[in-house]
């Protein structure tokens, strides 16, 4: 049931996507070619996954998580991009393909995902198409502005530049904060807006929705770490061990890959309990769950 589900989202995504930046004005055809490239550049869809699970299970309109999903691939593909730059972490290849900045150029790759960062907002600020009330559009503006920005992910991205290459390495807690907000803002962000989509949703179920969402962000990033040590480059999309090559503090490095396996582990089991709190059909999530820590990329 789960891959069929992730494929279904998939395609549902990215023909989304497709049409919606194909119909943009073409202001500039290079740049919308490397938004078009990068944003429809693989990737398992994890966050529309999470939203198109997460508003179904609570009844939500289709069309508002369509938008909301297509929102937030867009700030996912740009912080991608940035993420690739030669300034940040200079990669050349990003899911087996090459990074946008080497397709196209730095400049065009800093503008597509500006580009991108600004049309995610587009979409869910669009009212003529939304089923929802005003303040609640208002609030899923909110909920990704602050999971991307200075108080999420990018402000997540600075810790981690300001962490590469340093002599000393991080403390546990300061390697958890790096991706509580780098990686794992927007994955409970994602929760949050499928949630949001729906026409009604308890404060109970909501915040137990949303501890589930921070637990499997925790968990996704521990395994990213260990995958870049157990993982191959075909697999990864990736150069396998570039963390390592850049020196940078995951948790492998600083619990030991036995110990970092436990830690996800742990952090799985108290999303499953955060889970059996929540008044509805929750066996989705619970496979997605397990997913997280089964996947080779």
Same mark, same amino acid.
């Given at each position: 049931?789960?891959?069929?589900?992730?494929?279904?989202?998939?395609?549902?995504?990215?023909?989304?996507?497709?049409?919606?930046?194909?119909?943009?004005?073409?202001?500039?055809?290079?740049?919308?070619?490397?938004?078009?490239?990068?944003?429809?550049?693989?990737?398992?869809?994890?966050?529309?996954?999470?939203?198109?699970?997460?508003?179904?299970?609570?009844?939500?309109?289709?069309?508002?998580?369509?938008?909301?999903?297509?929102?937030? %691939?867009? =700030?996912?593909?740009?912080?991608?991009? +940035? #993420? &690739?730059?030669?300034?940040?972490?200079? @990669?050349?290849?990003?899911? !087996?393909?090459?990074?946008?900045?080497?397709?196209?150029?730095?400049?065009?790759?800093?503008?597509?995902?500006?580009?991108?960062?600004?049309?995610?907002?587009?979409?869910?600020?669009?009212?003529?198409?939304?089923?929802?009330?005003?303040?609640?559009?208002?609030?899923?503006?909110?909920?990704?502005?602050?999971?991307?920005?200075?108080?999420?992910?990018?402000?997540?991205?600075?810790?981690?530049?300001?962490?590469?290459?340093?002599?000393?390495?991080?403390?546990?807690?300061?390697?958890?904060?790096?991706?509580?907000?780098?990686?794992?803002?927007?994955?409970?962000?994602?929760?949050?807006?499928?949630?949001?989509?729906?026409?009604?949703?308890?404060?109970?179920?909501?915040?137990?929705?949303?501890?589930?969402? %921070?637990? =499997?962000?925790?968990?996704?990033?521990? +395994? #990213? &770490?260990?995958?870049?040590?157990?993982? @191959?480059?075909?697999?990864? !999309?990736?150069?396998?061990?570039?963390?390592?090559?850049?020196?940078?503090?995951?948790?492998?490095?600083?619990?030991?890959?036995?110990?970092?396996?436990?830690?996800?582990?742990?952090?799985?089991?108290?999303?499953?309990?955060?889970?059996?709190?929540?008044?509805?059909?929750?066996?989705?999530?619970?496979?997605?769950?397990?997913?997280?820590?089964?996947?080779?990329?």
């Amino acid at each position: 049931m789960l891959m069929d589900k992730l494929h279904a989202v998939l395609q549902r995504n990215e023909s989304f996507l497709s049409t919606h930046i194909q119909a943009l004005p073409t202001t500039s055809s290079k740049l919308k070619e490397a938004m078009e490239y990068s944003v429809l550049n693989g990737g398992k869809r994890v966050r529309p996954f999470l939203i198109y699970s997460v508003g179904e299970m609570l009844g939500a309109d289709a069309s508002d998580l369509d938008r909301a999903a297509a929102a937030i %691939e867009c =700030i996912h593909a740009f912080s991608l991009i +940035h #993420d &690739d730059l030669p300034a940040m972490d200079d @990669d050349a290849l990003r899911r !087996g393909k090459p990074t946008c900045h080497i397709a196209f150029g730095e400049a065009t790759a800093i503008l597509a995902g500006d580009a991108l960062q600004t049309e995610a907002f587009a979409l869910l600020a669009d009212n003529t198409k939304s089923t929802l009330p005003a303040e609640q559009v208002v609030k899923m503006v909110q909920t990704l502005a602050q999971a991307s920005g200075y108080r999420g992910m990018c402000g997540g991205q600075a810790l981690d530049v300001e962490a590469t290459n340093i002599e000393e390495k991080l403390s546990l807690e300061a390697l958890e904060q790096i991706h509580k907000n780098k990686t794992g803002a927007l994955i409970v962000a994602a929760v949050q807006l499928g949630a949001l989509c729906a026409p009604k949703v308890s404060q109970q179920d909501f915040l137990a929705l949303t501890q589930w969402a %921070e637990f =499997i962000g925790h968990a996704y990033q521990v +395994h #990213d &770490d260990i995958l870049d040590i157990t993982g @191959d480059t075909e697999a990864l !999309g990736k150069v396998q061990g570039a963390d390592l090559n850049l020196e940078k503090s995951t948790y492998p490095s600083l619990l030991g890959l036995e110990q970092a396996i436990a830690t996800r582990d742990a952090l799985v089991e108290k999303a499953l309990q955060a889970l059996s709190t929540i008044a509805y059909n929750t066996e989705l999530l619970q496979e997605f769950t397990q997913y997280l820590i089964n996947r080779d990329r």
